[in-house]
């Protein structure tokens, strides 16, 4: 099973609102990822998971807040959005520790849009 | 710092012609490069990788890419397009120095197949 799910797969919020972004995957891999994808843009890292801690934080702002509760699940909380913070969220994993070699599986997506 | 180019961001092809994504790379060291695929409203899936063993690499749906160190290259070839084969096209490289896993991506090809 090569599956990372993410839910929800929509996701439309206020500014003002808090929301959680999820990604579990069954795999046992234990470095995780999230990536924020602009349309017709390629993918950029945002977070980087290893064993459960955060080893890589691309100065997202801090309205964005990652946890990993377990090696699993991986969350993305969102608090006080701006609408250029709409894009398609993508989770990935792979093997770890994390090398060069390793494949990045990823999940659908949530797609988010700010009002 | 790695990085990778994809030539023409929007390829057109007739069912049953030759695909070539163009994507070359900058890298001061030996590079790891991959070949993402990614649908409409999907996630990103992996076509293939290559990590050095061989200098052709095979893909999955009929896709291969050959690294070439002297034109720093990596294109992506499949002999006959499908028209199941149209989607965006990522090339892109690790950059991690063993520590960490991460993607660096190009800016992608959509590629269109005509009947």
């Known amino acids: 099973d090569t599956e990372v799910t993410q839910t929800p797969k929509h996701l439309v919020m206020g500014m003002t609102n808090k929301k959680s972004l999820k990604c579990e995957q069954h795999?046992?891999?234990?470095?995780m990822y999230w990536y924020k994808q602009k349309a017709k843009k390629p993918p950029e890292l945002m977070f980087v998971?290893?064993?459960?801690?955060?080893?890589i934080n691309e100065s997202v702002p801090s309205r964005f807040s990652p946890e990993c509760p377990n090696s699993s699940l991986l969350n993305l909380h969102l608090h006080a959005l701006q609408p250029e913070d709409s894009a398609l969220y993508l989770c990935?994993?792979?093997?770890?520790?994390?090398?060069?070699?390793?494949?990045?599986?990823f999940g659908p997506g949530t797609r988010l849009t700010v009002l | 710092a790695q990085s990778v180019t994809q030539l023409g961001s929007h390829v057109s092809v007739s069912e049953g012609a030759l695909v070539l994504l163009r994507c070359n790379y900058s890298s001061s060291v030996p590079p790891y490069l991959f070949w993402y695929v990614q649908y409409p409203n999907q996630g990103l899936q992996l076509l293939l990788k290559?990590?050095?063993?061989?200098?052709l690499v095979k893909g999955i749906n009929g896709f291969e890419a050959e690294f070439k160190k002297s034109e720093t290259s990596f294109h992506l070839t499949k002999p006959s397009a499908h028209m199941s084969d149209a989607a965006e096209y990522f090339c892109?490289?690790?950059?991690?120095?063993?520590?960490?896993?991460?993607?660096?991506f190009g800016t992608g090809t959509l590629l269109a197949v005509q009947p």
């Open positions: 892109a490289v690790s950059d991690g120095g063993g520590a960490t896993n991460k993607l660096i």
């Open positions: 998971y290893s064993y459960e801690k955060l080893s």
């Open positions: 990935a994993s792979s093997q770890d520790p994390p090398t060069n070699l390793d494949t990045q599986y």
């Open positions: 795999m046992g891999h234990r470095a």
């Open positions: 290559y990590t050095s063993a061989a200098t």
